[in-house]
């Protein structure tokens, strides 16, 4: 122990040298320790107590109206080789970067306290599970990370039988975005955030650490670390099927992990609602487990009809960030389920001036204990994580792609996750509803080139025995005026019932050039109150709209040059020759 833990305290030691803090102090992720902090960010202002009758133990955090969602334009892969980091990555080069962000740390601590977080990234006792140890000068991420994961005695006790662990550095600095970069040095597993309290830019176990630094250790390793949700459904005869989904931010991917089918008999148990790691067993079987202890979810849209489980899980034990303030001190989002009243103050503390601004910012978030989940699987804690039967791949895309549509194979899937595409949503900054190709949903969150990625996706397929069958689809199709054709939400258990019937063969389907489709009436759609042909035009192809496609999907793929598998290209080639045959 006295070797590693000269190692952790030498990296501490130089951390607190360069940021220069007042005081260290080491999280021991104890119940008391919470307490006593909270009370701390309270004094401080950084959380307000919300009405603790209605929210115990509840809290509101405003961060700064700079800092609000995922600074992708700021975030950087520094290899060695920029083509390691790939076109999909900004790149630096890691001697570049530690000089010129080495100097924005140098004394950003001066006055504040250096938080030591050992942190461990999935169930504890498990072989899959990593250790991570982050540095901050903020108590935001500090409370946020003893919710997200699991802190302290249990960390460092992995710690000390695995002699590895993922380093993070973090510190809000001055919070101004012309000297904020978020940092991940691959070959070293190393993270440097700076200039930032928003949670995807620093609480570094999420999209830093369990993302793009462990992307990069799996492809090296052979198993995948992905931005995916897993859920177990449960049929009528209590047979539980495990699938993982991987959805862009904000395309309905924690109501689908929560989802509460309409389907009589059928239950959907939450494993993880974000991030899959997933392994191949000694019997060739892919699982997965979720790295994640807490949810760290967008409000606005949360509400009674759209996620009721959510919405139960909120009610105690949770951070809101940038919602809106009732005059009864309750959190307020659009879509909670209730109107606005007077007095209410909007996500900057404002009172409202009902002008049509948005009380609660639209990427506002709820961070909350995963184990308090009404829906939460009784092996979500499994040390050998689940069997995986299938993996689905959704967007939100207004046109084109139909409801659901299987691929042929293991290869043809990795084709169609590679090339879907997404309409942007506000969980990043920049333009909302523009359409972008987002593979595997991983695009903001692959720690390397993605023709490596994609290639790593093929060669896992060969590893397998039985890969899980692949399915691609798309809740937010929507008709000539606008409106959505299907109604999604707990509906959406009909389009799954259909998918693990096909993963048993259970249930037939039609050959496309697209994939495998079921017909109209495979889906069951008693009692919907669907448009005439509504059907019929959610499974239609598209031949215009998917010819389009195929050039989008080939210029995108042009950017990855020589990386890029060769069976994607015989893959897109094939499409286009199927497409122009009917």
């Known amino acids: 122990m006295e070797q590693i833990t000269f190692e952790l305290n030498k990296w501490v030691e130089e951390s607190a040298a ?63 080789n920029k083509d390691d980091a790939g076109p999909n990555n900004n790149w630096m080069d890691p001697k570049e970067a530690k000089e010129k962000v080495g100097k924005l740390f140098d004394g950003s601590m001066k006055g504040r306290t250096m938080y030591v977080i050992p942190y461990l990234m999935g169930p504890v006792g498990s072989p899959y599970s990593r250790v991570g140890v982050e540095i901050t000068d903020s108590i935001y ?17 992995h710690y000390e039988k695995t002699k590895s662990f993922v380093p993070g550095l973090h510190s809000l600095g001055d919070l101004s975005p012309e000297r904020r970069f978020i940092l991940h040095f691959p070959e070293e597993q190393l993270i440097w955030s700076v200039g930032s309290g928003y949670g995807g830019n620093a609480l570094l176990g999420k999209k830093c650490f369990a993302l793009r630094i462990a992307s990069w250790i799996a492809k090296n390793e052979g198993w995948m670390a992905e931005h995916m949700l897993i859920i177990g459904v449960e ?5 539980v099927t495990y699938i993982a989904a991987a959805f862009p931010s904000a395309s309905g991917k924690t109501n689908f992990a929560m989802m509460i089918p309409t389907l009589p008999g ?68 659009e879509g909670i389920g209730t109107e606005p009243m007077d007095g209410i103050l909007n996500w900057r503390g404002e009172a409202w001036q009902k002008d049509g601004s948005p009380i609660a910012h639209p990427n506002s978030r709820f961070t909350t204990p995963l184990n308090q989940c009404p829906t939460i699987s009784p092996n979500w804690e499994d040390p050998l994580g689940v069997p995986i039967s299938a993996i689905v791949f959704g967007t939100r895309r207004s046109k084109v792609v139909p409801l659901v549509f299987q691929s042929f194979d293991w290869q043809h899937g990795v084709f169609v996750g590679s090339s879907m595409g997404a309409e942007t949503t506000a969980a990043a900054v920049g333009s909302v509803g523009v359409k972008r190709r987002d593979p595997m949903a ?6 390397y080139n993605m023709g490596d990625y994609f290639q790593h996706w ?12 692949i399915f691609r689809v798309n809740w937010f199709r929507k008709d000539e005026n606008g409106n959505f054709l299907w109604p999604g939400y707990g509906e959406n258990s009909r389009v799954v019932k259909w998918i693990i019937d096909r993963v048993y063969g259970k249930a037939d389907a039609v050959e496309t050039p697209i994939g495998y489709l079921p017909k109209a009436s495979d889906i069951n759609t008693d009692g919907l109150n669907l448009k005439p042909n509504a059907m019929e035009e959610l499974l239609a192809i598209d031949k215009e709209g998917w010819l389009n496609g195929v050039k989008e999907i080939g210029e995108f793929y042009s950017q990855f040059g020589e990386r ?18 009917i």
């Open 442 to 447: 991983m695009l903001p969150f692959c720690g």
């Open 564 to 581: 890029l598998p060769k069976e994607l290209k015989e893959e897109l080639n094939k499409l286009e020759k199927r497409l122009s045959g």
């Open 235 to 239: 049929d009528p005869e209590g047979k």
């Open 266 to 333: 059928y239950k959907v148990w939450t494993v993880g609602d974000d991030i899959a790691w997933m392994y191949i067993d000694d019997e060739g079987q892919l699982r997965a487990i979720n790295p994640e202890a807490g949810m760290f979810g967008v409000a606005p849209g949360t509400g009674p009809d759209t996620n009721p489980v959510a919405l139960e899980m909120l009610k105690k034990n949770t951070f809101f960030t940038n919602v809106g303030l009732t005059p009864n001190n309750e959190p307020w989002w």
């Open 18 to 80: 360069l940021t220069k803090p007042d005081k260290i102090y080491w999280c021991d992720g104890s119940k008391e320790e919470f307490e006593r902090l909270m009370e701390q960010a309270i004094r401080e202002g950084i959380f307000l107590p919300l009405n603790q009758k209605s929210y115990p133990n509840c809290y509101l955090h405003r961060s700064h109206p700079s800092d609000v969602a995922r600074t992708e334009h700021l975030t950087y892969v520094c290899t060695q």
């Open 458 to 469: 093929l060669n896992i397929g060969k590893k397998l025995k039985k890969p899980p069958l």
């Open 141 to 157: 991420v500090v409370l946020s990370m003893h919710i997200m994961t699991r802190v302290g005695k249990v960390a460092l006790e």
